[in-house]
């Protein structure tokens, strides 16, 4: 967040006050590697000395200069230098001159982090009467969230539409298949049916002579097939029948039902979510901290006269 609102970038020049642990220093050193530079300011020798050691062995000492200094009474020391400024102080207010002075002549952002509002308020007057202007506070919260993963039902929404249709294809050819059978069947018994008919005529026909021929000795040689064509023909009707009863599966209502049935016996599916819950109490203190600008044409403009304005 402060990189970006100061607009940081390799090759910036940055002033920081209150060096600390030098957890801000490594951030912003990242950042303007490798040609800028960062000036950080600590009020407490040994902190310096610290910090100072800690870069060397970090290897980024050539782009750090660590100085002890209490710049609220005595400023940075440094004129018109720096793109940006941070300040981590219990009275930034005092160092506000002090940084519009090392600020370039084109002007730069300035942040100040403070744990209270009074401190803001404070910063802000002080802001607005050296010239900085676009003054913005942001609040700075640490939020505990209780972090879970919890098992949900997946809603069925009906089948695929691409399943849908795949599966119409299917029966559509199922269905075509089997009329083709059936009617293949048909083509091959009828011709055994109508000679089966033929010789039933043969045999009830009698001799004009009066003579009583036996029925046996009047059947033709292929009586055997005769029988044969004559069971066929039973087979033949009742296969020609049965159509009718096999394709009830495939009728729009039964297929519903079919679908419905499936639907309701399918499991439910289940999908893990990873949840957030914000705790009703969270330890931890509130923070401010305050951005604001100054442009070229306020860079050069004294106290008193910005008053005026």
Not at 242 to 266: C, E, I, W, Y
Request: hydrophobic share 30%; charged share 25%.
């Amino acid at each position: 967040m402060v990189i970006l609102q100061l607009a940081l970038k390799p090759g910036s020049v940055v002033i920081e006050s209150g060096t600390g642990s030098g957890s801000m220093s490594h951030c912003l050193i990242r950042t303007i590697a490798p040609s800028g530079h960062l000036h950080t300011f600590e009020f407490h020798s040994e902190r310096a000395d610290m910090a100072r050691k800690e870069f060397d062995n970090h290897k980024i000492g050539n782009l750090v200069t660590v100085r002890c200094r209490d710049v609220c009474k005595e400023g940075f020391g440094l004129s018109q230098v720096a793109d940006a400024v941070f300040l981590d102080l219990p009275a930034p207010w005092d160092a506000i001159k002090s940084s519009k002075e090392a600020l370039k002549t084109e002007g730069g952002r300035i942040c100040s982090f403070s744990p209270c509002i009074e401190q803001v308020q404070k910063t802000c007057d002080a802001l607005r009467s050296c010239g900085f202007r676009d003054i913005k506070v942001m609040e700075c919260l640490s939020r505990t969230f209780e972090v879970k993963t919890v098992p949900l039902q997946v809603p069925y929404l009906g089948p695929d539409v691409s399943e849908v249709s795949k599966q119409m294809s299917r029966d559509s050819s199922s269905r075509k298949r089997k009329l083709e059978a059936e009617s293949e069947s048909c083509d091959k018994t009828s011709p055994s049916v109508q000679d089966n008919q033929g010789n039933a005529d043969a045999i009830a026909i009698q001799p004009s002579s009066g003579e009583n021929i036996s029925s046996e000795e009047k059947l033709p040689n292929n009586s055997e097939d005769l029988k044969c064509g004559i069971s066929n023909s039973d087979n033949t009707k009742t296969s020609t029948s049965s159509p009718r009863k096999q394709f009830t599966d495939t009728d729009p209502a039964t297929g519903l039902v079919r679908n419905l049935r499936a639907v309701m016996s399918q499991k439910a599916n289940k999908t893990n979510i990873l949840t957030g819950k914000p705790l009703k109490e969270m330890a931890g203190h509130t923070g401010y901290l305050t951005f604001a600008t100054l442009y070229a044409q306020y860079a050069n403009v004294d106290e008193k006269s910005d008053e005026g304005k």
